[in-house]
């Protein structure tokens, strides 16, 4: 049987509205790269203090749980165009007062905490409009051009940003942010305008209803699980760059999102459909494993490399989403996704703050491999239980066997 959720990339460039919701994504994708380095490094240069730059500028994603817990049925009961370019320029608005002159750092974390809260809507509405836009066979190839263009523009976005903060100063690279963002809103504006995905309005309580629809199915929340923890205490050791080589962070975030965009190749393109969950658990395995080198502090490029090789194991989220997107009823595909993004990045936000704490009572390095430890072990444990409280507990695949009649047994 044919792949059919494999399109070309070109493909996805001839489907209506596509390319405004890809360029739309890619530049608020480049603000939020240059905005959160510049903010982290000015809040080291400030407060010397690992904990506080880590917050700057992974903090927001703190916010996402309380977006998830109160707005989140927004995702399917709002307008998509009118939502995203709302929200593009509502950060647009925030970045442009966090580049203020003499704005303490708790002002700062204040703006990151509600940047963070506006934004557990978006990724529900991106992606439930992604679904619609490309139907859910199509889901796979268009999230893996998405991710791949994350990648590339990480990587531009870090580069050009270590050289910008350096050269210009983290201000006026957070002016530039604002600029991209409000670039973003203008584009969003050239979607059509399409209805709701579900009637009604949002509320506090529809939101907590499909919450609990969505954990209600053991498979899905072995998938959010895996979805959320292993991935999020990973990016708690990215979190630590800035305090772990002030000099080379830059370097090392380029060289992360290098490792991601190769591993979205791989899972999204390279990889036939009959291999792509069996792979899910060897890439967060993948994931965690080279950090735990790093508290030998080796030379720069060997880290690197490192970092770049961990980093192909966020394929992993592909697999998971993929399956999280058949088990879920087309109504609350835009909300199950907001959930994965707004659960995911409070994962991170919190795996960050460890991550700092940790590393201002001992080191950054030894911080990345305690945090790396316990990924693999949330690993561990997930894979397990998955397996012994259901068959299809989304984490590993189903083996079939052929009984006697030929059925499966």
């Not at 590339?152 to 600029?179: D, K, W």
């Not at 305008?193 to 009604?200: E, I, L, N, V």
């Not at 890439?283 to 735990?292: I, M, R, S």
């Not at 992993?316 to 199950?336: C, K, N, W």
Request: charged content about 10%; aromatic content about 6%.
């Amino acid at each position: 049987m044919p792949d059919t959720s494999r399109r070309s990339y070109a493909d996805l460039f001839r489907t209506p509205e596509f390319s405004p919701l890809f360029l739309s994504s890619a530049a608020n994708l480049a603000a939020q790269t240059v905005s959160g380095l510049a903010l982290g490094t000015l809040v080291f240069r400030a407060t010397d203090s690992p904990l506080l730059s880590a917050l700057s500028m992974f903090g927001p994603a703190l916010a996402q749980v309380l977006g998830a817990t109160f707005f989140l049925s927004g995702a399917d009961r709002l307008p998509p165009r009118a939502t995203l370019a709302g929200l593009s320029l509502a950060f647009a608005a925030a970045t442009a007062a966090l580049a203020l002159p003499g704005l303490p750092v708790w002002g700062m974390l204040a703006i990151v905490f509600v940047e963070g809260l506006i934004a557990s809507l978006g990724g529900g509405v991106r992606w439930g409009l992604l679904t619609e836009i490309l139907s859910k066979d199509g889901y796979l190839s268009g999230r893996s051009l998405l991710n791949m263009m994350n990648g590339v523009l990480q990587i531009a976005g870090y580069a050009a940003g270590g050289v910008l903060v350096t050269v210009l100063s983290p201000r006026l690279c957070l002016l530039l942010a604002a600029g991209l963002y409000a670039t973003a809103a203008g584009v969003a504006l050239r979607l059509s305008r399409r209805p709701p995905r579900t009637a009604g309005r949002p509320s506090v309580r529809a939101t907590w209803r499909a919450n609990a629809r969505l954990w209600s199915a053991r498979p899905r929340r072995h998938l959010y699980l895996a979805l959320w923890i292993p991935n999020g205490l990973v990016v708690g050791c990215e979190s630590l760059y800035v305090s772990y080589d002030p000099r080379a962070a830059g370097t090392l975030f380029a060289c992360a999102a290098l490792g991601m965009l190769a591993g979205d190749v791989t899972v999204g393109r390279l990889l036939p459909a009959r291999l792509r969950p069996r792979l899910g658990v060897p890439l967060l395995v993948l994931l965690a494993t080279p950090y735990l080198v790093l508290f030998l502090r080796p030379p720069l490029p060997l880290t690197a490399v490192l970092v770049a090789l961990a980093s192909v194991g966020f394929g992993a989220t592909l697999v998971q989403q993929e399956r999280l997107l058949a088990l879920t009823p087309d109504e609350l595909s835009g909300h199950a996704l907001g959930l994965h993004s707004a659960g995911m990045l409070t994962l991170q936000g919190v795996s960050a703050t460890l991550a700092g704490t940790v590393a201002q009572l001992t080191s950054p390095a030894t911080a990345m491999t305690a945090m790396a430890l316990a990924s693999l072990a949330v690993t561990l444990t997930l894979t397990v239980a998955s397996r012994r409280d259901a068959p299809d507990g989304g984490l590993l695949p189903v083996r079939v066997v052929s009984g006697p009649h030929g059925a499966g047994s």
